[in-house]
């Protein structure tokens, strides 16, 4: 169902970004807990790469596809810059968790990426989004209608 509210819209990203934020967050937990029981960590590490892979890289890029080109400009433009700086690095992180040479390397680099993504959700959730919602030539809800990987 498409959504027409921008305050719709924006309650709905930031839902996702809980989901986002609490199901990774969970996911490192595991990771770190088997590596340090000392049990094998290769199910847990696949776990936090699956959902990178299949959730959270796909919402970033839907992102700089649907939402970040409405605040390319003005006020937002260097904000919107430094996020999209931010993607690359987690898409630099999640490259090298996938070469993990061992479970000690694949805590710290899942946790990286758990850190850099926490406070990049910050930037949107309290920045980005307040500033599209008060531009009154951006509609975000139609930017994100049908988006499924913006609103889950
Ligand atoms: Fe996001
Ligand atoms: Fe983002």
């Not at 986002?20 to 000392?38: E, K």
């Not at 080109?69 to 999209?84: I, K, N, S, Y």
């Not at 919602?133 to 930017?143: C, F, K, R, T, Y």
Request: hydrophobic share 45%.
């Amino acid at each position: 169902m498409p959504i027409h509210q921008d305050k719709e819209a924006a309650a709905a990203i930031r839902a996702h970004h809980l989901e986002l934020r609490d199901t990774l967050r969970a996911r490192v937990g595991d990771l770190r807990d088997a590596v340090r029981a000392g049990r094998p960590h290769s199910v847990s590490e696949g776990a936090v790469i699956g959902y990178l892979e299949d959730d959270l890289l796909p919402h970033a890029a839907a992102e700089e596809a649907a939402l970040y080109p409405a605040g390319d400009t003005g006020l937002t433009a260097l904000l919107v810059r430094a996020m999209r700086e931010e993607h690359k690095g987690i898409v630099t992180n999640v490259e090298r968790l996938r070469g993990a040479a061992d479970g000690l390397e694949a805590v710290a680099t899942a946790s990286a990426i758990l850190a850099l993504f926490e406070a990049h959700l910050w930037k949107e959730n309290e920045l980005l989004i307040p500033a599209l919602v008060a531009d009154p030539n951006v509609s975000i809800g139609e930017l994100l209608s049908g988006l499924h990987e913006l609103v889950g």
